[in-house]
C-alpha cells in the first residue's frame, strides 16, 4: 500500500530577503543592494538558493557632465531530480516497497528498493518493458545528483555630456556613451549511482557528467542628439544618430564517465577511475553592429512627423548580403488641436490620425552559417576521422517585413474613454525557412535556412481603455477591451518547400495533417468535413 505520489511531493516553500542602502551628497549619490533567495520545490530534495547583489553609483563631474556605472552579481545554485518523479511515482504499483525489508522481522532497512533489471532472479517478462524499468523515485531524490551553479555578472559605465546649451532656449547637442559587459559562467555536475540500477556492471553503472560554459559579450552605445532652439516656439524639432557594437564568445566542455567506484556519492568526479566517455568542446562567436539615425518634427504639437533609417550588420549572413536597410516614415494629426474643432471640446478630449510605413528585418539564430565547420565522426581505417558538417549558406539574406498602418485616436471626457482603431497591411519576403528538406544526394537531409515565399497579413485592431469610469469615493471601476482580426495568405513558395511542410494521413490514432497551400493561411486547419 505505498502511496508513491505522497512519497514524492512536498509543499514547495519560497524566501526572498533584500537590502538596500541608500544616499549621496550634492555630486554623488549611491545605491548598494543585495538580497537571498531560497525556494524548495514541490518535489523532494529540490532546492534552489540565490544571492544577488547590485551596486549603483552617479557622479556629477560637472553641470555638463554626469557619470554612472552599474555592477550586478548573481550566484545562483539549483539541485534538481535526476528523473521525472512525479511521472515514475504515478505508474508505480502500489505493492512494491519503497525500502527493502529484513527478512526475519518484516521491517523496512536503511537499504532501498529496486526491481531487479537482470540476472536469473529478475522475475517474470510482464514487468519487462513497465515496472522494471522504472527507477524508485524516492531513491532517485536522495541518491543521484544533478547539481547546476551560474554566475552571471554584468558591469556598465555610462557617460552624459551636454555639449551645448542646458535650456530649452539653446541649441543642445547631448553626447550619451555606454560600456556594457556581460560574463556568464555554467557548471553541470550529475551523478548516477549504482544503487539506482540492478544491471551488470559493463552495461554502465556509477555513471557521471560533468560540464561547464562560459561567455562573454561587450555592448557599447554612442548616442548624439541635437535639439535645435527655435524663436518661434510653434516648431520643435529633434535630430538622433547612434552607433551599437555587440560583440561575443562562448565555450563549452563536457565530459562523461562509468564504472566509477562505489563510494556512497563521495566521488562523483568522470576522472576518479571511471572509464571516461564523450568528451566534447565547443567554441562560438558573434560580432553585431547598427547604424541609425532618426528626425522628428513638429508644428504646434498639431502635425508631427518621424522618419528614421537603420542599417543592421551581423555575422550571420555573409559578406554579400551582410547588412540590412530599414527605413520607416510616421505622420500624425491632431486634429482635435484644429481651431475648428474647438466647439467640440471637452466632449472630445482627443481625435487624431496617425499613419505610417516601414521596414524591419528578421534574422536567424545561428552565426557564421556562411563559413564550412568540420567536426569529428566514427573511426576510419581504426583512425580518427573529420567530416563536414554543413553546407556553406553564402547567399542566404535577410528577411524582410515591409508593413503599412492607419491608426485613428480619440478621447472623450478628458481622456475618461479612449478609443483605438488600428488597420494594417504587412509583406514579407524572402521568409527565413528553418530545416527545409533538401535532396539527398546533397550529403545532408536538411538546410539551417532557406530563403524562400512570400506572405501577407492584413487586420484591424480595436481597443477601448477608461480611466476612474465610475467613481464613488475612493471605489473606482475600470472598463477595457481588445477586438482583433488578422487575414493571414501565403502568396509565394516553392514547391520543393511545400512538399517538405506538408505530411501524409496515416490513420493513426492522434495524427492530424499538416498542409501549407499557397493562396491559404499559414497553419490552417485541414482534415476531413464533417457532412
Known sequence: NTDWRDAVTQWGLRQNHYVTISGGGEKASFRVGGGFDHETGTMIEQKLNRFSTRVALDYNVSQRIRVSTNFALTYTKNDRNSDGLLAIALKKMPNMSIYEKDPLT???????????????????????????????????????????????????????????????????????????????????????????????????????????????????????????????????????????????????????????????????????????????????????????????????????????????????????????????????????????????????????????????????????????????SSRYLDMASMIPKNIRLTDLKWQINTSYNVGIDMGFFKDRLSITIEGYRSTITDMLLSNPTIPSNAGFPTLPYRNSGKMRNIGWEFHVNTNKLVQIGKFFMDVNANFGNNRNEILEMEESILDGLNSKFGYENGEWLRRVQVHNPLGAIYGFKYK
Do not use: C
Not at 532497512?109 to 529496486?114: A, I, K, M, P, Q
Not at 560600456?179 to 540492478?198: A, G, R
Not at 568528451?279 to 508631427?304: D, L, V
Not at 472630445?348 to 534574422?363: D, E, K
Open 106 to 376: 518484516g521491517e523496512d532497512t536503511d537499504s532501498y528498493y529496486n526491481m531487479l533489471q537482470s540476472g536469473p532472479y529478475h522475475g517474470s517478462d510482464v514487468f519487462k518493458d513497465d515496472q522494471r524499468k522504472y527507477v524508485n523515485p524516492v531513491a532517485s531524490a536522495h541518491l543521484a545528483k544533478n547539481q547546476q551553479s551560474t554566475y552571471d555578472m554584468s558591469p556598465e559605465l555610462i557617460i552624459n555630456y551636454n555639449l551645448l546649451g542646458l535650456d530649452d532656449d539653446h541649441w543642445q547637442l547631448n553626447y550619451r556613451g555606454s560600456v556594457y559587459m556581460n560574463i556568464y559562467n555554467q557548471y553541470d555536475d550529475s551523478f548516477y549511482p549504482q544503487e539506482l540500477k540492478t544491471v551488470n556492471w559493463e552495461d554502465g553503472v556509477n555513471t557521471s557528467n560533468t560540464g561547464s560554459s562560459k561567455s562573454v559579450s561587450i555592448n557599447t552605445k554612442q548616442t548624439f542628439t541635437l535639439i535645435p532652439a527655435f524663436k518661434n516656439k510653434d516648431h520643435s524639432a529633434m535630430f538622433m544618430g547612434r552607433f551599437e557594437l555587440t560583440s561575443g564568445s562562448s565555450s563549452n566542455q563536457s565530459t562523461s564517465g562509468k564504472g566509477l567506484p562505489s563510494t556512497e556519492g563521495a566521488i562523483t568526479s568522470p576522472a576518479a577511475g571511471g572509464l571516461i566517455e564523450n568528451p566534447s568542446s565547443g567554441y562560438n562567436q558573434w560580432r553585431s553592429m547598427y547604424y541609425t539615425f532618426s528626425a522628428h518634427y513638429a508644428y504646434k504639437e498639431r502635425y508631427i512627423a518621424d522618419f528614421t533609417v537603420r542599417a543592421d550588420g551581423t555575422t550571420k549572413f555573409g559578406p554579400n548580403n551582410r547588412w540590412g536597410y530599414f527605413p520607416s516614415v510616421s505622420l500624425r494629426w491632431n486634429i482635435i488641436e484644429e481651431p475648428f474643432m474647438k466647439w467640440i471640446k471637452p466632449t472630445v478630449s482627443m481625435f487624431a490620425i496617425r499613419p505610417s510605413w516601414g521596414r524591419v528585418g528578421n534574422q536567424p539564430n545561428q552565426n557564421y552559417l556562411f563559413t564550412s565547420k568540420y567536426g569529428s
